[in-house]
């Protein structure tokens, strides 16, 4: 056995002996990503619905947020957030600054939330405007007001649709996460940074969190996988049904 692990061009003792703290690292990852995901779905649906209702002003409004944050770089934000805000005196004399601002954590939360609701939000205001018109015409016959519509009938339908391209956007938040390692979190990535410069090691600790980062992926994949078949299985059943139905090629 000594013998086989010493072939290993891993120093896997040490990624043993450490493990706990990249256990510790993926709480802080999963914490800070689902915390963002779902306040920033929170935000993006109405901003969806801003940029759905054209109107004159929420509307350029809400596409300069988005613009502005789609535009840039997440690590810029982060940036902007934790070491910009305290250059105002004004924002060290607030009261957000000891408990909110100061926090290395807060911060990132703030940048990463901020981020993922202008990008769902663009993703719901695409799925909004994609809402079949049948679907819109069928609640206009039976009466339903213009925001009854919107709540009852467009934005579950759009949410529903929209749960495919959404799963990119969690694992792109979960990839993004890696910048709270800058900000001296330590996070999945924070750890292996932590261990090869701890160890002097090349790419043990970025294997590890490789690794790790490839099995939450793997997990949310399959957890959206099983999503679009409750939530779409009859938009598919409905695609067989026409594939089954179609006339037969001439002879």
């Known amino acids: 056995m000594d013998s086989i692990l010493s072939r290993i061009p891993l120093d896997l003792t040490l990624i043993a002996q450490n493990f706990d703290r ?20 929170l935000l993006a649906v109405p901003l969806a619905i801003a940029r759905a209702s ?6 350029p409004a809400v596409w300069c947020y988005t613009y502005v944050l789609r535009g ?5 934000q982060t940036y902007l957030i934790y070491y910009g805000a305290g250059q105002f005196e004004a924002v060290r004399n607030s009261w957000l600054w000891d408990p ?7 911060c990132a ?5 901020l981020n993922t609701s202008a990008y769902t939000a663009e993703l719901l205001r695409g799925a909004i405007a994609d809402t079949p018109k049948g679907e819109v015409e ?3 016959a039976a009466g339903h007001s213009p925001w009854g519509r919107m709540r009852r009938i467009i934005l579950p339908s759009a949410i529903r649709r929209a749960i495919p391209a959404y799963s990119n956007e969690v694992i792109f938040m979960l990839h993004g996460s890696v910048v709270a390692s800058t900000i001296t979190l ?3 990535l924070g750890v292996g940074r932590w261990l090869n410069g701890r160890y002097y090691l090349a790419y043990e600790g970025f294997i590890t969190a490789a690794l790790l980062y490839f099995v939450i992926v793997l997990v949310i994949t399959r957890v959206f996988r099983l999503l679009e078949r409750r939530c779409l299985g009859h938009l598919a059943r409905r695609e067989g049904s ?3 139905t179609a006339a037969p090629a001439p002879a």
């Open 109 to 113: 939360l703030i940048a990463f939330t």
């Open 54 to 59: 054209r109107h004159r002003i929420l509307n």
């Open 72 to 76: 840039t770089p997440l690590l810029v």
């Open 100 to 106: 909110v601002l100061s926090s290395a954590w807060w």
């Open 186 to 188: 330590q996070d999945i």
């Open 138 to 140: 069928a609640a206009i």
């Open 22 to 41: 990249f256990l510790y690292g993926t709480w802080v990852t999963l914490e800070l990503t689902f915390l963002a995901l779902l306040i920033g779905g």
């Open 242 to 244: 026409k594939a089954g």
